[in-house]
């Protein structure tokens, strides 16, 4: 082969071989996202139905029930303002506590439950997960934006 | 005292590593022989007040000096002596300063083991490894001052992270930042080569080595950490794509497409642009990779920090060090020249082929990592990107490299044949497809999972085999004498590549064919996993010496055959009242059985989680075998040969190299 048409073939090859892997990039990058939700906007109906995602929050206080099974866990998970019922099905991490910060990954049931497949915990004690301490935030906001327009106590929660 | 000891000798470092990083570099632009002779003692003084620092670090962590902020939050007095030793980089500003005894160590290493290259050469890899120090040093000093005190001293420390309080966290992050800071290494000679405008075989020879111990301690460091996850967090994943692995992952595969590219630069001249930029990328990646870890923007098991004023910091550095690489090698790249060409089927192109699937592979982990930081950080909604991404790009785009691994180093360069290169490894074909069709029968059930898998790692096994017999067979005399004769970098090589192979065994039987159950156990109980059997024979409540635990005895019995006890523990640990999972594992060559402990599920009952994980322990054992293979390669007798005569091999390679 002639030298041009050799480095023709060598950069058309490289070409093709960036194509296909940016087009298996995107492809499994589209359907592998997992998109995070708090427990005000699961109420809101602003979650997908049929489709994994995150829940995350506080693990509601006393909503922690165990089944005779040992295994399979219900609690709620709470933004403060709004809270999920959530079951799952497994081991519960170290840090699982009531009253702490948990992100949860699985789908909404058609009864407004959410089934985990996945329940994430962090490995430190003062550690509030990211997502968590935002979906408290805003839900705290919209609490103080509410007690405002409705002239009610001057604070938010506590 | 002695912290302020630590604190001074910080800064005579950093003022040593001003001069090292500024004076050298002028003296080998304008000729001055005196300005580059400071290179060496200021990397050795450098090393010494490093060290210095350092040994009061440690000092302070051993005798519970708990008026040093950093001790106070890392330790206590209760904490075994051993893991007080190991939390002097259980956090983030000890991290740092051993990021930076690293580098003084590589630097130090570099003044002693280039007795052969010229002055300007090493006066300006010494000073670009004196300008990264200085970055490191800075930023301790001005953000993380490991040696803050804490006035008045606490009585007791906060403890280090009970998930660290392993033998495996004593040595995972050393060896790790091992890998990490020699790419700086790498990285000097590439800056330094396009500094001078010297980019040649010769160039390619020096930096090779370097290179490839860089890479084989990054490949321990990253096994120790996959392995660590797996005995430690208690739920036998070896893997999880996590943010803090692929942070160090990423370098790792830019890493592997360096040490290959650069064995073509030596051999052929060719690759130089990319080599070059390999380099650069592999320490970008590195930097990035602390960046990541270190500055807490990950929502990870493994972020420690949480101050955003050291992530600006860090980014600004990185920001400096790789658009300032990148500018210069855009100025200077073109006078590089290209090296010897070469045929589309080649070793070179082949070569070529792999490295630049290792590169598209590092991007889309990149990707993957950094996507849900850009969409939080511009408040576009937040997400994240699971394993299945990852398994989903990472297996199409490495198996048609694992493939080539095969054909690679038996073509020939410059050019080759594909029929010729076909019948060639025709009996690596079709014992790599009657392996991948018959043997998952032989192990259980046939999968395409399963098959595929031993296709490639069969392919890579019987290629070698085929590598090996070729190369024995065209020369003379007796079998021992062939085998003595080839060289220990080729057979770095081989067992490297092998160990990819054993990886790949361990990856896909793990992943085919591992039992999980989850079962809630009273005493007395038994149940049945992956042909063993384990009775439950209730928990005992046990003290450590910073821990109570509740221990679970399990007997594991296989066809009425006692086999083994296991005792996994559910551990509190006091301080920071902190429960941990730890598992009992019973390893073998061909499964481990994996048990741990989860909640308490009645007075007497357990929730317990048992697993059956066949060949598990080759995915760690391919690794060593990988780094093993690295440092083989090192051990080569062309770079001791290359020490020696080295007048010789200057000139030899000075005829081919192209003037800047």
Same mark, same amino acid.
């Given at each position: 082969m002639k030298p041009r048409r050799k480095r023709f073939a060598l950069i058309i090859g490289g070409l093709a071989m960036l194509g296909i892997a940016a087009a298996l990039i995107l492809n499994a990058f589209r359907s592998n996202l997992v998109f995070?939700?708090?427990?005000?906007?699961?109420?809101?109906?602003?979650?997908?139905?049929?489709?994994?995602?995150?829940?995350?929050?506080?693990?509601?206080?006393?909503?922690?029930?165990?089944?005779?099974?040992?295994?399979?866990?219900?609690?709620?998970?709470?933004?403060?303002?709004?809270?999920?019922?959530?079951?799952?099905?497994?081991?519960?991490?170290?840090?699982?506590?009531?009253?702490?910060?948990?992100?949860?990954?699985?789908?909404?049931?058609?009864?407004?439950?959410?089934r985990a497949t996945e329940v994430l915990a962090k490995h430190d004690e003062n550690y509030m997960p990211p997502q968590a301490a935002d979906a408290l935030k805003k839900a705290q906001q919209a609490n103080t934006q509410a007690a405002k327009t409705m002239h009610l106590a001057p604070e938010g929660m506590d | 005292?002695?912290?302020?000891?630590?604190?001074?000798?910080?800064?005579?470092? +950093?003022?040593?590593? #001003?001069?090292?990083?500024? !004076? *050298?570099? &002028?003296?080998? =632009? @304008?000729?001055?022989?005196?300005w580059m002779a400071l290179a060496r003692p200021a990397a050795q003084g450098q090393f010494v007040f490093v060290a210095i620092a350092?040994?009061?670090?440690?000092?302070?962590?051993?005798?519970?000096?708990?008026?040093?902020?950093?001790?106070?939050?890392?330790?206590?007095?209760?904490?075994?002596?051993?893991?007080?030793?190991?939390?002097?980089?259980?956090?983030?500003?000890?991290?740092?300063?051993?990021?930076?005894?690293?580098?003084?160590?590589?630097? +130090?290493?570099?003044? #002693?083991?280039?007795?052969? !290259? *010229?002055? &300007?050469?090493? =006066? @300006?890899?010494?000073?670009?490894?004196?300008?990264?120090?200085?970055?490191?040093?800075?930023?301790?000093?001005?953000?993380?001052?490991?040696?803050?005190?804490?006035?008045?001293?606490?009585?007791?420390?906060?403890?280090?992270?009970?998930?660290?309080?392993?033998?495996?966290?004593?040595?995972?992050?050393?060896?790790?930042?091992?890998?990490?800071?020699?790419?700086?290494?790498?990285?000097?000679?590439?800056?330094?080569?396009?500094?001078?405008?010297?980019?040649?075989?010769?160039?390619?020879?020096?930096?090779?080595?370097?290179?490839?111990? &860089?890479?084989?301690?990054?490949?321990?460091?990253?096994?120790?950490?996959?392995?660590?996850?797996?005995?430690?967090?208690?739920?036998?994943?070896?893997?999880?794509?996590d943010p803090v692995e692929n942070a160090s992952f990423m370098p790792w595969l830019v890493g592997t497409a360096l040490i290959h590219s650069l064995a073509v630069t030596e051999k052929r001249g060719s690759f130089r642009s990319w080599t070059v930029l390999l380099a650069i990328f592999a320490f970008s990646l590195s930097l990035l990779g602390t960046f990541l870890v270190r500055s807490g923007v990950l929502t990870s098991v493994h972020a420690f920090a949480t101050d955003p004023r050291r992530g600006i910091f860090i980014l600004g550095f990185l920001a400096i060090v790789i658009g300032g690489s990148l500018a210069l090698f855009a100025w200077r790249a073109p006078k590089v020249g290209l090296g010897g060409s070469f045929d589309l089927v080649s070793r070179e192109s082949l070569l070529l082929s792999n490295n630049v699937l290792l590169v598209v592979a590092a991007g889309s982990v990149l990707l993957g990592t950094l996507y849900p930081l850009f969409l939080d950080a511009l408040d576009l909604g937040k997400i994240s990107v699971g394993p299945p991404y990852f398994d989903s790009v990472f297996v199409p785009l490495m198996a048609p490299a694992i493939f080539l691994m095969g054909v690679g180093p038996i073509a020939r360069w410059k050019h080759a044949g594909i029929p010729e290169l076909a019948i060639r490894l025709r009996w690596a074909f079709v014992i790599s497809l009657l392996?991948?069709?018959?043997?998952?029968?032989?192990?259980?059930?046939?999968?395409?999972?399963?098959?595929?898998?031993?296709?490639?790692?069969?392919?890579?096994?019987?290629?070698?085999?085929?590598?090996?017999?070729?190369?024995?067979?065209?020369?003379?005399?007796?079998?021992?004498?062939?085998?003595?004769?080839?060289?220990?970098?080729?057979?770095?090589m081989l067992l490297a590549h092998i160990g990819v192979g054993v990886f790949i065994v361990g990856v896909t039987l793990v992943k085919g064919y591992e039992v999980e159950k989850d079962v809630r156990m009273e005493a007395g109980d038994t149940v049945s996993v992956g042909g063993y059997t384990f009775r439950f024979d209730g928990a005992?409540?046990?003290?450590?010496?910073?821990?109570?635990?509740?221990?679970?005895?399990?007997?594991?019995?296989?066809?009425?055959?006692?086999?083994?006890?296991?005792?996994?523990?559910?551990?509190l640990y006091t301080v920071q009242q902190m429960p941990t999972t730890e598992a009992a594992i019973d390893t073998g060559f061909t499964r481990d059985l994996y048990v741990s402990m989860g909640e308490p599920a009645g007075t007497t009952a357990w929730a317990m989680r048992i697993q059956y994980k066949p060949f598990v322990d080759w995915i760690w054992g391919g690794c060593v075998l990988m780094a093993m293979g690295g440092l083989l390669a090192v051990a080569d007798r062309r770079y001791r040969l290359g020490r020696r005569n080295h007048v010789k091999a200057a000139d030899l390679a000075g005829a081919s190299s192209v003037p800047p």
């Open positions: 995070f939700f708090s427990p005000s906007q699961v109420f809101a109906q602003e979650a997908p139905h049929g489709r994994e995602f995150r829940l995350g929050g506080l693990v509601e206080q006393g909503s922690l029930k165990r089944q005779p099974d040992g295994l399979t866990v219900e609690f709620r998970v709470t933004d403060t303002a709004r809270s999920i019922p959530v079951t799952y099905r497994g081991m519960l991490p170290d840090l699982f506590r009531e009253g702490k910060g948990v992100v949860t990954q699985g789908r909404l049931g058609a009864d407004g439950t959410f | 005292m002695l912290p302020e000891i630590g604190h001074f000798s910080l800064i005579v470092a +950093l003022l040593i590593a #001003l001069v090292q990083g500024v !004076l *050298p570099i &002028a003296g080998a =632009a @304008r000729g001055n022989a005196r350092f040994a009061c670090l440690a000092y302070a962590f051993i005798n519970n000096d708990f008026s040093v902020l950093y001790v106070a939050s890392n330790s206590n007095s209760a904490l075994p002596i051993q893991y007080r030793f190991a939390a002097v980089w259980g956090g983030h500003e000890g991290s740092l300063l051993l990021w930076t005894m690293m580098l003084s160590v590589w630097s +130090l290493a570099v003044t #002693l083991f280039s007795r052969h !290259l *010229p002055d &300007a050469m090493v =006066a @300006r890899v010494l000073g670009v490894m004196g300008l990264v120090s200085l970055g490191f040093l800075l930023f301790m000093l001005l953000a993380s001052n490991p040696f803050d005190r804490l006035l008045p001293a606490a009585d007791d420390g906060r403890d280090l992270n009970p998930i660290l309080q392993d033998p495996g966290m004593v040595i995972h992050p050393p060896m790790l930042y091992m890998g990490y800071v020699g790419f700086s290494v790498a990285f000097a000679f590439a800056i330094a080569a396009l500094l001078s405008g010297q980019l040649d075989a010769t160039w390619a020879r020096w930096s090779r080595p370097w290179t490839t111990v &860089a890479w084989a301690f990054l490949t321990l460091g990253i096994a120790l950490g996959s392995g660590w996850s797996y005995y430690v967090l208690g739920w036998g994943g070896w893997w999880f794509w392996s991948a069709a018959l043997m998952p029968f032989a192990i259980g059930k046939w999968t395409p999972l399963v098959s595929f898998g031993l296709l490639l790692a069969t392919w890579l096994f019987a290629s070698t085999i085929v590598n090996l017999g070729e190369r024995l067979k065209n020369q003379q005399g007796p079998w021992r004498d062939r085998l003595a004769r080839q060289p220990y970098s080729y057979y770095g005992t409540q046990v003290r450590g010496p910073n821990y109570a635990a509740a221990r679970g005895t399990l007997r594991v019995s296989r066809d009425g055959r006692e086999v083994r006890t296991l005792y996994p523990e559910k551990r």
